[in-house]
């Protein structure tokens, strides 16, 4: 059936590092995929979407690239800082436009 | 402009009790939603309400019901609170029921012993 899967975290990094998240996806056709972050005792919000492939969506230094080939959306990072360190939720939209969502990666900066 | 406020914030039941949550926007949008989330799960959607007057059953409906009492306003109810309904609920809403950004509250912390 429809899933989205992620890295299981927690994924520790030092601050500056480079960050990939992977996330795939099993959907039919070619659905808009998102990355949603939450931040410690906040609701999720938006953070970077791509509706069409090889669409690159960016958003506060990060970025994913829609791969059909691979039916994979990674997040990544150049530098990463202690304030990124949150939960990022990769999720796509089905045909009935409910979002299908991976069960999160937690990320932790170390300074 | 508040965005997606929720109420309570925590709530400890006993197995047996009912409640509901308060979930009410300011931004006008037409759809609203009810999410839990588990550890090491996603979310997952209970309920929905593409626009004022309706409501539909998500993936996880059952032990729920819900209330869209207007467009601002979306209530989810739990009428006898079960230890599998522990869990953190978001509130979302959307400007339509296409491809539009969910926003989503703060969340409720409910642990049913």
């Known amino acids: 059936g429809d899933s989205v899967t992620q890295m299981e975290g927690p994924v520790t990094l030092s601050e500056e590092a480079f960050l990939t998240i992977n996330c795939t996806y099993t959907?039919?056709?070619?659905?808009?995929l998102f990355w949603y972050v939450q931040y410690p005792g906040e609701g999720l919000q938006l953070l970077l979407k791509a509706t069409k492939a090889d669409d690159k969506g960016s958003n506060k230094g990060f970025e994913a690239t829609y791969r059909k080939e691979t039916t994979s959306f990674h997040l990544e990072k150049g530098s990463v800082q202690v304030s990124d360190s949150a939960v990022y939720f990769c999720a796509y939209m089905d045909s009935n436009y409910q979002l299908i969502w991976g069960a999160g990666t937690k990320l932790i900066i170390k300074p | 402009n508040a965005g997606v406020t929720q109420t309570p914030k925590f709530q400890v039941l006993k197995t047996g009790q009912s409640m509901t949550l308060q979930c009410a926007q300011d931004m006008n949008h037409n759809s609203m939603y009810w999410y839990r989330q588990d550890p090491g799960m996603g979310l997952r959607l209970i309920y929905y309400s593409a626009s004022e007057g309706t409501t539909d059953k998500g993936e996880v409906p059952n032990g729920y019901n819900v209330s869209r009492l207007n467009k601002r306003e979306f209530s989810l109810r739990l009428e006898s609170a079960a230890p599998s309904q522990t869990s953190v609920y978001f509130c979302?809403?959307?400007?339509?029921?296409?491809?539009?950004?969910?926003?989503f509250g703060p969340g409720t912390r409910l642990t049913v012993t």
């Open positions: 959907a039919t056709g070619y659905p808009s």
């Open positions: 979302a809403s959307s400007v339509g029921s296409g491809n539009y950004e969910q926003y």
